[in-house]
């Protein structure tokens, strides 16, 4: 770890099922180089991170478990600097980094999942993280479509401010009549597409099913329940809480780049989903 990096200045923290808040991301400030840092990191060394399949490491170091949160927060002085990640804090915040923990995964997917430019993806959930997924994922160049209730096509409206370029929504009624009119204006009426489903609830799986069709790629977050029919020829795969962390300089790119995606990230503050130390006021 570079030498002076030891007290964070900002933190990512979520709610736990008791209520309080605990931390998952950091960033500290070495010299002149801003450092982001996961919370949780992978042990290098199990089957899985020798195979770079550093997701699937079974010996996660979850350094931040035990830490108070604020500013007297320490940052362990034998934290891998394979895993410290120098950003120029003049192009982004800290406080604003530090959301690249919930970016990294998303790229972590559209990656494993091949998801390119002008190709179809449908994010659909329940909750304001979906809207970051959805706007993410049309930053990158997709054909990206917002599925969930119509309190994130509001906040999707006013996230993107008139973005040409940003996803689009589709209610849980017109998702059949959507998917069938994608189909209809493609070469033969085949369109491959790719489902991403963040969270457990019924509704959004019950929509994912609908739309599973011979080529699909399907990704669930957080699990995958017992989907009964689906093509031969589907690729299915679930993403944890864990995520290869080689991904966050693609997310922090992200941030520094993309203003509808940083309104996301506000947005999941506001909503109460997720908190960042220090306050903005």
């Known amino acids: 770890m570079s030498e002076g990096a ?38 290098g060394e199990c089957g899985p991170c020798r195979r770079a399949l550093i997701s699937g490491c079974v010996a996660q170091r979850d350094w931040l478990a035990d830490q108070s949160l604020g500013p007297n927060l320490e940052l362990p002085g034998d934290l ?23 970016v990294a995964p998303l790229l972590e997917a559209m990656g494993r999942s091949g998801l390119g430019p002008g190709d179809i993806s449908y994010w659909i959930g329940t909750s304001p993280q979906t809207v970051l997924a959805a706007i993410l994922a049309a930053g990158r160049g997709s054909k990206a479509l917002l599925v969930g209730p119509d309190h994130l096509n509001a906040a999707l409206t006013s996230l993107a401010e008139g973005d040409d370029a940003s996803a689009r929504f589709v209610g849980w009624n017109n998702l059949d009549k959507e998917a069938v009119a994608m189909a209809e204006a493609s070469p033969g009426g085949f369109l491959e597409r790719q489902v991403f489903v963040l969270g457990d609830d019924a509704l959004a799986w019950s929509a994912a099913v609908h739309l599973l069709a011979p080529g699909t790629t399907l990704v669930g977050f957080g699990g995958l329940p017992a989907i009964a029919g689906l093509p031969p020829d589907a690729r299915v795969f679930t993403l944890g809480a864990k995520y290869n962390p080689d991904f966050v300089p693609e997310a922090l790119a992200a941030l520094a780049q993309n203003p509808t995606l940083l309104r996301a990230c506000a947005h999941l503050e506001q909503s109460g989903v997720y908190s960042v130390w220090p306050d903005s006021a």
Do not use: M
Not at 8 to 33: F, K, M, P, S, Y
């Open 6 to 43: 030891r007290t964070a200045v900002a933190t990512l923290r979520h709610r736990n099922e008791a209520g309080d808040w605990v931390a998952q991301a950091v960033v500290a400030i070495a010299a002149d180089q801003a450092l982001f840092i996961p919370g949780s990191l992978p042990c």
């Open 80 to 102: 891998p600097e394979r895993f410290t990640y120098a950003f120029d804090p003049n192009q982004l915040a800290p406080r604003l980094a530090v959301w690249a923990d919930l």
